[in-house]
């Protein structure tokens, strides 16, 4: 009885594997003839806020060394650009069930020029993010957000901390003690995302054949929504205006 | 609420759209209390629970790259609108390396800084050496009036809260030194508070900080004034009111990494007062060391510890302080509800020292709201 049982399992096995790799698997979406790209472009004409604007001066610095420049000044972020603020990235209800291998590699969230580096940071369910502190003074970065609420605490120039983020979402990140300073991380079910050149092309490569829909993410907020549909490996665009 | 109103709209039509770069913000807290029911000043509402509340307003206007100008009000539950800040600062002035501050604006004595705000202050209440009235007040008065008015709360702090005075100063960085000299119409213990300078000559402050590594700082500031603020009583000797000084100094430590913050100060108060028959030093000494501890993120704990001592005065025969010793505790929980909004709850125990005195506390219940 066991062998007959064993006999009929054999080519539904082979089926189910079949249909596991046709649906978009990333084992084989890697090398399917049928992954496809979506690449464009990016235009932002609306007149943007500064999104860590730093307060004009600091009043109580009299009583102890400034942070930086002249006692009091208003501290001088460096500028962000267009790659360090904006994200293509890809959702789908097919790819939703997955899970996809997070990098070994850990992404950045600097702290520099008292400012976060970079303002958005897009990352796959799973992966490790460093903290490093590149300013002369204490950061204490922190957030509160539903998805991982962590606190890293205060710590010098040189040193770094580090945190896994296993739910996706939207992680709002900022600093106790510079109240400007503020950043996004994305928490993204898949790797399918792209940050723009500073130019605002962008490309996701090896993207399975599938329905999507093609997200912008911009500052702090989501600015931008369009479906995309990939057939046969072709390259679809996808350009956004805001 | 209307005059806040209008100072706002004021604010905001007449003055904002004259700078390039403005900038309103604040913060606004609100407060249950309940303390015992004892007849000292620091017991609330004589024990009866009440409510409170608290707002903080601040506009900064930068009138070019070094030139701002720095309003501060705040307001209590009475609706009385304090401007505790409206000073023009200006950086590196003249290209000489250094920054310069007129007008209203703390005083760089002590390391109190912007824990004085409730969304930065760990707990509720601050240090004793910043909130409690001694027995001697800036006026002329005799020794019996001094001890008679031990623990009644009628005169001068160590250093009077914020220490919000009228004055100018000069202040800036030398490598890992920084450096504030100012002068101002008021003392330390006794600011001007939107009055001119009484007695002609200027408190004289001087402070130095020194952060040897991120995180740790050590400060001491020193001052020298006449005290004699109040001189509607006449001098009983012809000495002069700028005779009558106060000399001040304190020193302080700030400490901060990973989830620990402290902070300490002690301060030593001397005055030479005009009693009857001769002229007396009397002095005080004041401390404290306050720590936080963030647990986990958004919930932290904190506790300060706060002293006052005071020097003996001769009496026929007797030497009693010529105001009660005390010892404060203050600990308590903190919550942060989301990025700009805490909620703290508190409790203060006050014991007055070697002599029988009321058992005073005070549990609080407090929201703050940043924005």
Redesign the interface.
């Given at each position: 009885m066991m062998n007959v049982r064993r006999r009929t399992m054999w080519p539904s096995l082979l089926i189910l594997i079949a249909l596991w790799a046709h649906s978009g698997s990333p084992l084989f979406a890697q090398e399917s003839s049928r992954a496809g790209e979506i690449r464009g472009k990016i235009t932002i004409t609306k007149n943007e806020d500064d999104l860590q604007k730093p307060?004009?001066?600091d009043?109580?610095s009299?009583?102890?060394?400034?942070p930086a420049g002249?006692?009091?000044?208003?501290p001088s972020p460096s500028a962000m650009r267009l790659s360090e603020k904006a994200v293509v990235y890809l959702e789908s209800e097919s790819i939703k069930v997955q899970s996809f291998v997070p990098p070994t590699a850990h992404p950045i969230l600097d702290q520099r020029d008292l400012t976060f580096h970079p303002q958005v940071l897009p990352i796959v369910v799973g992966t490790t993010v460093d903290f490093p502190n590149r300013d002369?003074?204490?950061h204490n970065v922190?957030?509160?957000s539903q998805p991982k609420?962590?606190?890293l605490?205060?710590?010098?120039?040189g040193e770094s901390r580090s945190i896994r983020f296993d739910r996706p979402g939207v992680i709002?990140v900022?600093c106790d003690i510079h109240?400007h300073m503020n950043a996004t991380i994305l928490v993204l079910e898949n790797p399918y995302f792209a940050v723009p050149d500073d130019q605002g092309s962008f490309v996701i490569k090896n993207v399975p054949s599938g329905a999507y829909t093609a997200k912008l993410w911009y500052g702090r907020e989501l600015v931008g929504s369009q479906s995309a549909v990939i057939r046969n490996g072709e390259a679809v665009i996808v350009n956004f205006n805001y | 609420m209307k005059r806040i109103l209008a100072v706002l709209a004021t604010v905001m039509t007449f003055v904002a759209p004259l700078y390039s770069q403005v900038q309103l913000s604040g913060e606004a807290s609100s407060v249950l209390l309940m303390s015992a029911r004892t007849t000292s000043p620091r017991a609330v509402n004589k024990g009866n629970p009440t409510f409170g509340w608290r707002l903080d307003l601040f506009l900064d206007g930068k009138v070019s790259d070094n030139v701002y100008i720095l309003v501060n009000t705040r307001t209590f539950e009475d609706e009385y609108i304090n401007f505790d800040y409206v000073a023009l600062r200006i950086l590196n002035l003249a290209n000489l390396g250094f920054n310069f501050q007129m007008g209203k604006f703390d005083m760089p004595f002590g390391n109190l800084a912007e824990r004085r705000f409730p969304t930065r202050n760990f707990l509720y209440g601050l240090p004793l050496i910043y909130e409690y009235r001694t027995s001697l007040p800036n006026q002329v008065v005799s020794r019996g009036e001094v001890l008679n008015n031990r623990g009644r709360g009628v005169g001068m702090r160590l250093i009077d809260l914020g220490v919000y005075d009228i004055g100018a100063m000069v202040y800036g960085d030398a490598g890992k030194v920084h450096y504030a000299v100012a002068a101002s119409n008021g003392t330390i213990s006794s600011t001007s508070y939107g009055r001119p300078n009484a007695d002609g000559d200027f408190n004289k402050i001087l402070r130095l900080a020194y952060t040897p590594v991120m995180g740790f700082t050590v400060g001491a500031s020193a001052a020298m004034a006449p005290y004699l603020g109040d001189l509607t009583k006449s001098l009983p000797r012809d000495a002069g009111s700028l005779h009558y000084q106060q000399l001040i100094g304190e020193v302080d430590v700030e400490f901060s990494r990973d989830r620990v913050l402290f902070n300490g100060e002690a301060v030593y108060s001397q005055w030479t007062v005009p009693f009857e028959n001769d002229d007396t030093d009397i002095w005080a000494l004041g401390y404290y060391a306050e720590a936080k501890y963030t647990w986990f993120p958004r919930f932290y704990t904190a506790a300060r510890v706060s002293g006052l001592m005071f020097s003996r005065l001769d009496l026929e025969g007797i030497s009693p302080r010529w105001d009660n010793n005390l010892i404060e505790i203050e600990a308590g929980v903190g919550y942060h509800l989301d990025r700009n909004s805490l909620v703290k709850l508190v409790r203060r125990e006050t014991r007055t020292l070697e002599v029988t005195g009321p058992h005073d506390n005070l549990t609080v219940l407090q929201l703050s709201v940043s924005f």
């Amino acid at each position: 009885m066991m062998n007959v049982r064993r006999r009929t399992m054999w080519p539904s096995l082979l089926i189910l594997i079949a249909l596991w790799a046709h649906s978009g698997s990333p084992l084989f979406a890697q090398e399917s003839s049928r992954a496809g790209e979506i690449r464009g472009k990016i235009t932002i004409t609306k007149n943007e806020d500064d999104l860590q604007k730093p307060p004009t001066v600091d009043r109580y610095s009299t009583h102890r060394l400034a942070p930086a420049g002249p006692s009091g000044s208003a501290p001088s972020p460096s500028a962000m650009r267009l790659s360090e603020k904006a994200v293509v990235y890809l959702e789908s209800e097919s790819i939703k069930v997955q899970s996809f291998v997070p990098p070994t590699a850990h992404p950045i969230l600097d702290q520099r020029d008292l400012t976060f580096h970079p303002q958005v940071l897009p990352i796959v369910v799973g992966t490790t993010v460093d903290f490093p502190n590149r300013d002369i003074l204490f950061h204490n970065v922190f957030s509160y957000s539903q998805p991982k609420e962590f606190d890293l605490g205060r710590y010098p120039t040189g040193e770094s901390r580090s945190i896994r983020f296993d739910r996706p979402g939207v992680i709002r990140v900022y600093c106790d003690i510079h109240s400007h300073m503020n950043a996004t991380i994305l928490v993204l079910e898949n790797p399918y995302f792209a940050v723009p050149d500073d130019q605002g092309s962008f490309v996701i490569k090896n993207v399975p054949s599938g329905a999507y829909t093609a997200k912008l993410w911009y500052g702090r907020e989501l600015v931008g929504s369009q479906s995309a549909v990939i057939r046969n490996g072709e390259a679809v665009i996808v350009n956004f205006n805001y | 609420m209307k005059r806040i109103l209008a100072v706002l709209a004021t604010v905001m039509t007449f003055v904002a759209p004259l700078y390039s770069q403005v900038q309103l913000s604040g913060e606004a807290s609100s407060v249950l209390l309940m303390s015992a029911r004892t007849t000292s000043p620091r017991a609330v509402n004589k024990g009866n629970p009440t409510f409170g509340w608290r707002l903080d307003l601040f506009l900064d206007g930068k009138v070019s790259d070094n030139v701002y100008i720095l309003v501060n009000t705040r307001t209590f539950e009475d609706e009385y609108i304090n401007f505790d800040y409206v000073a023009l600062r200006i950086l590196n002035l003249a290209n000489l390396g250094f920054n310069f501050q007129m007008g209203k604006f703390d005083m760089p004595f002590g390391n109190l800084a912007e824990r004085r705000f409730p969304t930065r202050n760990f707990l509720y209440g601050l240090p004793l050496i910043y909130e409690y009235r001694t027995s001697l007040p800036n006026q002329v008065v005799s020794r019996g009036e001094v001890l008679n008015n031990r623990g009644r709360g009628v005169g001068m702090r160590l250093i009077d809260l914020g220490v919000y005075d009228i004055g100018a100063m000069v202040y800036g960085d030398a490598g890992k030194v920084h450096y504030a000299v100012a002068a101002s119409n008021g003392t330390i213990s006794s600011t001007s508070y939107g009055r001119p300078n009484a007695d002609g000559d200027f408190n004289k402050i001087l402070r130095l900080a020194y952060t040897p590594v991120m995180g740790f700082t050590v400060g001491a500031s020193a001052a020298m004034a006449p005290y004699l603020g109040d001189l509607t009583k006449s001098l009983p000797r012809d000495a002069g009111s700028l005779h009558y000084q106060q000399l001040i100094g304190e020193v302080d430590v700030e400490f901060s990494r990973d989830r620990v913050l402290f902070n300490g100060e002690a301060v030593y108060s001397q005055w030479t007062v005009p009693f009857e028959n001769d002229d007396t030093d009397i002095w005080a000494l004041g401390y404290y060391a306050e720590a936080k501890y963030t647990w986990f993120p958004r919930f932290y704990t904190a506790a300060r510890v706060s002293g006052l001592m005071f020097s003996r005065l001769d009496l026929e025969g007797i030497s009693p302080r010529w105001d009660n010793n005390l010892i404060e505790i203050e600990a308590g929980v903190g919550y942060h509800l989301d990025r700009n909004s805490l909620v703290k709850l508190v409790r203060r125990e006050t014991r007055t020292l070697e002599v029988t005195g009321p058992h005073d506390n005070l549990t609080v219940l407090q929201l703050s709201v940043s924005f």
